[in-house]
């Protein structure tokens, strides 16, 4: 199957930092993300739909200029989390979606674990 | 909307025990269901998909799942646990051709030896 590669894995940064977090497709080209977010104990749960070439899509309640996405090619997809906060600390994944319609599963980075002190 | 319903948070069986897991759907068109495990501080593992066809899926390390449209449902099954089984399980449908998912709560695995 096709590899989704998202860097780093942990991160540990002080409040009112900012982290970027990375989601590369390493064999295939996405011109869609998705970043999921997952707070401890809880599912994972949609936050923004990354568009290559525009801006991103952001579910209800999730604030853009907060958790600002950029991606910059069709491979790469990036989420920032500004000026973090401890209430931020979470564990995010990205996924890429199906190569084609016919194979309709998303493939998953690794994700990463933000632990804002 | 869609959601996913996964009533049971923990499941603890017996290593060697038969598993099945629940979950229940509400999605207006044809469901792409999944499953996926998530192991402590790890990433998705997709175990199986359903998409159409035959409504009983064969999966990944044993497992198999049933689609029942008259139940909405695609609950999980093992005939024989083992100790690695241990983790977290996640149901979800899949919206736009599967590509965008919304997932259930999730159901802790204990096996017990």
């Known amino acids: 199957g096709a590899v989704v590669s998202q860097h780093p894995s942990r991160v540990i940064c002080k409040s009112g930092t900012s982290v970027k977090i990375e989601c590369r497709s390493l064999?295939?080209?996405?011109?869609?993300m998705f970043w999921y977010r997952q707070f401890p104990k809880q599912s994972l749960m949609l936050m923004a739909t990354?568009?290559?070439?525009?801006?991103?899509?952001?579910e209800q309640g999730v604030e853009k200029d907060k958790f600002l996405i950029n991606h910059a090619s069709l491979t790469l997809s990036t989420l920032t989390v500004t000026s973090a906060h401890p209430e931020d600390s979470s564990f995010y994944i990205c996924?890429?979606?199906?190569?084609?319609?016919?194979?309709?599963?998303?493939?998953f980075g690794q994700g990463t674990r933000l632990t804002v002190v | 909307a869609q959601s996913v319903t996964q009533p049971d948070i923990h499941i603890t069986v017996s290593e060697g025990a038969s598993l099945e897991l629940r979950c229940n759907y509400s999605?207006?068109?044809?469901?792409?269901l999944f499953w996926y495990v998530q192991s402590p501080g790890q990433g998705l593992q997709l175990l199986l998909k359903?998409?159409?066809?035959?409504?009983l899926v064969q999966g990944i390390k044993g497992f198999e799942a049933e689609f029942k449209r008259s139940q909405s449902s695609f609950n999980l099954r093992k005939p024989s646990v083992h100790w690695s089984d241990a983790a977290e399980y996640f149901c979800?449908?899949?919206?736009?051709?599967?590509?965008?998912?919304?997932f259930g709560a999730g159901t802790i695995l204990r096996v017990k030896s």
């Open positions: 064999d295939f080209q996405a011109t869609t």
């Open positions: 990354s568009n290559e070439g525009s801006k991103a899509t952001y």
């Open positions: 999605y207006g068109a044809t469901p792409y």
């Open positions: 979800a449908v899949g919206v736009e051709y599967g590509n965008k998912l919304v």
């Open positions: 359903y998409f159409s066809g035959d409504t």
């Open positions: 996924s890429a979606p199906a190569l084609d319609r016919r194979n309709t599963e998303a493939f």
